[in-house]
T-cell receptor, first 114, second 113 residues
Framework: NAGVTQTPKFQVLKTGQSMTLQCAQD?????MSWYRQDPGMGLRLIHY???????DQGEVPNGYNVSRSTTEDFPLRLLSAAPSQTSVYFC?????????????FGEGSWLTVV | SQQGEEDPQALSIQEGENATMNCSYK?????LQWYRQNSGRGLVHLIL?????REKHSGRLRVTLDTSKKSSSLLITASRAADTASYFC?????????????FGKGTKLTVNP
């Protein structure tokens, strides 16, 4: 049971480039989400999904797109990278859409935009 | 905006001492969760306390919840050097018909051997 798997772990992008952070879970969880973590800011919610085909915006969605075509996968797309998107990104999942159960996190993706 | 706010921001103690971290939040919640994050790693779930519970234990961890004061505390007893990490509270709530988990900024705990 792999849990929540994020790739890549490290990435350097040039301003204006696009890329996709991959997230997969093998626990048949309904709820998946993406957070970014910046020094002194805690974790801020970017986008989330309560099931396949359903996505919604979180606190800081600008500059990011998501889709949920399958229960297992929830990729995060950076459309045109900006230095302000330099951060650590975490994918998370939970069994139910109501967040009544444990949230499982991936190990994080360190992104630097130069 | 951030829902949970931890206090203190940083805490340094000796091995064997108890560590207490506090979390305050602003709106009604479904549950409150505590997480640990070791440096350079992901978040690990420690404990979840539901809005109708007042206290919960897990090993050396004790969590209390006071919904009237909109606050929670995490107590780690008999701390060990391995407990050195950042600790975050997160509130799960229903906002605008959808459920969200919102994190505070964390408490950085250092346990000195």
């Amino acid at each position: 049971n792999a849990g929540v798997t994020q790739t890549p772990k490290f990435q350097v992008l040039k301003t204006g480039q696009s890329m996709t952070l991959q997230c997969a879970q093998d626990m048949n969880h309904e709820y998946m989400s993406w957070y970014r973590q910046d020094p002194g800011m805690g974790l801020r919610l970017i986008h989330y999904s309560v099931g396949a085909g359903i996505t919604d915006q979180g606190e800081v969605p600008n500059g990011y797109n998501v889709s949920r075509s399958t229960t297992e996968d929830f990729p995060l797309r950076l459309l045109s990278a900006a230095p302000s998107q330099t951060s650590v990104y975490f994918c998370a999942s939970s069994l139910d859409r109501g967040l009544w159960n444990t949230i499982y996190f991936g190990e994080g993706s360190w992104l630097t935009v130069v | 905006s951030q829902q949970g706010e931890e206090d203190p921001q940083a805490l340094s103690i000796q091995e064997g001492e108890n560590a207490t971290m506090n979390c305050s939040y602003k709106t009604s919640i479904n549950n409150l969760q505590w997480y640990r994050q070791n440096s350079g790693r992901g978040l690990v779930h420690l404990i979840l306390i539901r809005s109708n519970e007042r206290e919960k234990h897990s090993g050396r961890l004790r969590v209390t919840l006071d919904t009237s004061k909109k606050s929670s505390s995490l107590l780690i007893t008999a701390s060990r050097a391995a407990d050195t990490a950042s600790y975050f509270c997160a509130t799960a709530s229903t906002q605008g018909g959808s459920e969200k988990l919102v994190f505070g900024k964390g408490t950085k705990l250092t346990v000195n051997p």
